[in-house]
T-cell receptor, first 114, second 113 residues
């Protein structure tokens, strides 16, 4: 049982390049989330999904797109990377049938945009 | 919009209890208090949560004041592996948040030998 797996773990991009971050969970969770974390800061929600085929904007959605074609996967895309998107990205999932708001997080993706 | 206030840093000797405070003076009646921690370079990890009663699990205890305006997370016997940033989170509109937890800057706990 791997939980939440993020790939890649590290990536360096040049300004204007595009890339996709993959999040996969094997817990059959309906809800999935993408957060970013900048140095010395807490986590900020980018986008989230409440089920296969659905997505919604979080606090800081600009410059990102997401897709949830399969329940177990949540993709985060950067169409034209900017230096301001240098950050650590975390994916999380949750079972909405649970009594609580317990999130399970992946180990993160360190992204640098030069 | 921060709904909680935590000290930026604390330290604790290994083997002693670590008591991490959190103020949430504007908490409403149906809001829960959640604690997560983030060990360096890892994703946050759930610790414990509560509404009004004190809670205990294998990781920690949570003490919530009677007026619910503050709480304390207690790690009874801190170890070096407990060194992490600890986040106190109050849910807004539970049931409609869909897990949109607000992570502030938290408290950096350093456990020293």
């Amino acid at each position: 049982n791997a939980g939440v797996t993020q790939t890649p773990k590290f990536r360096v991009l040049k300004t204007g390049q595009s890339m996709t971050l993959l999040c996969a969970q094997d817990m059959n969770h309906e809800y999935m989330y993408w957060y970013r974390q900048d140095p010395g800061m807490g986590l900020r929600l980018i986008h989230y999904s409440v089920g296969e085929g659905t997505t919604a904007k979080g606090e800081v959605p600009d410059g990102y797109n997401v897709s949830r074609l399969k329940k177990q996967n949540f993709l985060l895309g950067l169409e034209s990377a900017a230096p301001s998107q240098t950050s650590v990205y975390f994916c999380a999932s949750r079972d909405p049938q649970g009594r609580d708001e317990k999130l399970f997080f992946g180990s993160g993706t360190q992204l640098s945009v030069l | 919009d921060a709904k909680t206030t935590q000290p930026p840093s604390m330290d604790c000797a290994e083997g002693r209890a670590a008591n991490l405070p959190c103020n949430h003076s504007t908490i409403s009646g149906n809001e829960y208090v959640y604690w997560y921690r983030q060990i360096h370079s890892q994703g946050p990890q759930y610790i414990i949560h509560g509404l009004k009663n004190n809670e205990t699990n294998e990781m920690a205890s949570l003490i919530i004041t009677e007026d619910r305006k503050s709480s304390t997370l207690i790690l009874p016997h801190a170890t070096l592996r407990d060194t992490a940033v600890y986040y106190c989170i109050v849910l807004s509109d539970r049931g409609s948040t869909l897990g949109r937890l607000y992570f502030g800057r938290g408290t950096q706990l350093t456990v020293w030998p």
